[in-house]
């Protein structure tokens, strides 16, 4: 989940300070703000994840981690959501299909998450030109492999655009997002 309140500009310097707020189950939540040189706030993002065993795919539970346990909280927290959803409308609209490719894996030979990112440009109802992201959420419900073709759909709902991916094994990801005029 991230929301931005400005853009860096180009040659801006900027810094990241992040922070582990909590553990929940079998998910870490991570909060982080982008500042800029001067304090003033550029954007703010909540990470909800999990660590997969690269190798059976899995998820490994904060329990079986001694050393992940020892990775102190704070009570900031950045947004009011403990899990980061997106609830998509029944009816959504076809709007493409995307083919995973090898430079679009990562470590995990799985889809990188920052590809998702793209996804909600490159499929944007009207397109992006003119437009910026401004909010969005992006939430993976099953992972992405080299050669699946990722079916996109969308909704509008009000000026939040709702996105879905599906591909041959069901649900690859939601997320919705907002835009504004780039400036």
């Not at 065993?53 to 950045?78: F, G, M, N, V, W």
């Not at 990112?117 to 099953?142: H, I, N, T, W, Y």
Request: proline letters at 5%.
């Amino acid at each position: 989940q991230v929301k931005l309140l400005r853009p860096p500009q180009m040659h801006e310097r900027f810094r990241a300070v992040t922070w582990q707020r909590t553990i929940v189950r079998a998910q870490y939540i991570r909060d982080t703000e982008f500042l800029s040189d001067s304090g003033e706030v550029l954007a703010l993002c909540t990470a909800n994840w999990f660590l997969v065993d690269p190798d059976t795919h899995r998820i490994r539970r904060p329990k079986d981690l001694p050393l992940y346990q020892t990775i102190p909280s704070y009570e900031k927290a950045l947004s009011e959501e403990e899990r980061i959803t997106v609830h998509c409308p029944e009816e959504m609209q076809p709007a493409g299909v995307r083919r995973v490719r090898y430079s679009d894996m990562d470590y995990n030979h799985h889809l990188n998450n920052t590809r998702y990112a793209e996804f909600l440009c490159d499929f944007a109802p009207g397109g992006m030109q003119g437009q910026r992201l401004q909010e969005f959420k992006l939430v993976f419900s099953g992972e992405a492999v080299e050669g699946d073709e990722i079916e996109i759909f969308t909704a509008l709902q009000g000026k939040r655009v709702i996105m879905r991916g599906r591909h041959a094994r069901g649900r690859c990801f939601e997320a919705s997002f907002t835009c504004c005029a780039a400036e």
